[in-house]
């Protein structure tokens, strides 16, 4: 309990006390808040996942900051940022961050994606082809696209529409390994879980849907992921991307591998991003 209370004050004193938030308008008009940290030729935009937010890297900002210009981004919908919109598409999230990189006139940007958050960066380069030097998923980007129909979609969805928390909460909780940080699961259900119900159900919806093919045949940046060791990488299918696609694995971790191993995580975050420029 006292890690946990340790834990939120933490996140409480990094989301109010940054000193550096700030907000742009999308491309729809809603309110998009960011985080700037740091002073470095090289860029990085860090996103978070689905129904997290910009507080999510706070083991990252204060390491990265070192070296590089660390911006971290809320998507609407989430944190900061404005709750208007009607349909929280993963090309409307990609126009989110492109509006933060443009407004601040960000070059040599690495835009970093966890979770959802792999597609939403995907769809951003997209829209920053002169900026955008690399695409890093964190735990994300295993596949190109879900074979799965919309009815499967609506069906998986229906338990979230019923009991949104408790059913947030049993789905968040399952992405961590067995013998996680007791205090670090709870703190992360939990969080997720009190998200919006609406907003989170449609980003949900509109992420199993989402087909990067057509997005990935315009860019040219490299996808390098730094993913947990559980769910396979369909490197066969990613041989057709040609910018060049490589993933490398954490073992003994899940899918919030940036917090249960954090030291870990920002090494190989770091000496990705070297070799990627090399």
């Known amino acids: 309990m006292k890690r946990l209370i340790l834990i939120s004050a933490l996140l409480i004193f990094l989301a109010g006390c940054g000193g550096n938030v700030d907000s742009v308008s999308s491309l729809d ?13 090289t860029t990085l935009v860090l996103v978070h996942g689905w129904s997290c937010d910009k507080t999510y890297w ?5 390491f990265l900051a070192e070296n590089f210009t660390v911006v971290t981004v809320d998507l609407a919908g989430h944190g900061q940022s404005g709750l208007s919109r009607q349909d929280y598409t993963m ?3 990609g126009a989110d961050v492109a509006a933060v990189v443009s407004a601040l006139d960000l070059k040599n ?17 997209a829209l920053l082809p002169e900026r955008v030097v690399g695409i890093i998923g964190v735990d994300t980007l295993q596949e190109m696209h879900w074979d799965i129909t919309p009815e499967q979609v609506d069906g998986y969805l229906v338990p979230f529409g019923s009991d949104f928390p408790g059913t947030a909460k049993k789905f968040v909780s399952s992405m961590f390994p067995a013998g996680a940080d007791t205090a670090l699961v709870n703190w992360v259900s939990n969080d997720m879980s009190s998200a919006p119900s609406k907003i989170a159900i449609s980003a949900m919806k509109n992420l199993f849907t989402h087909d990067l093919r057509p997005t990935l045949a315009t860019l040219k940046a ?14 066969q299918g990613w041989e057709a991307y040609q910018p060049g696609y490589t993933a490398v694995l954490m073992e003994g971790v899940g899918h919030f ?3 249960e191993r954090p030291g870990e995580f920002n090494t190989k975050l770091v000496d990705m991003i070297g070799r990627m420029g090399s």
């Not at 970093?112 to 380069?125: C, D, I, L, P, Q």
């Not at 993913?227 to 369909?234: H, K, R």
């Open 29 to 41: 008009g809603v309110p998009i808040a960011f985080e700037k940290s740091g002073v470095g030729e």
């Open 58 to 62: 706070h083991e990252q900002v204060p």
């Open 91 to 93: 090309q409307a999230f």
């Open 109 to 125: 940007v690495y835009l970093v994606g966890h979770s959802m958050g792999g597609s939403v960066v995907v769809e951003a380069a």
């Open 222 to 235: 490299p996808i390098w992921c730094l993913n947990a060791n559980q769910q396979p990488v369909d490197f």
């Open 257 to 259: 591998l940036f917090l």
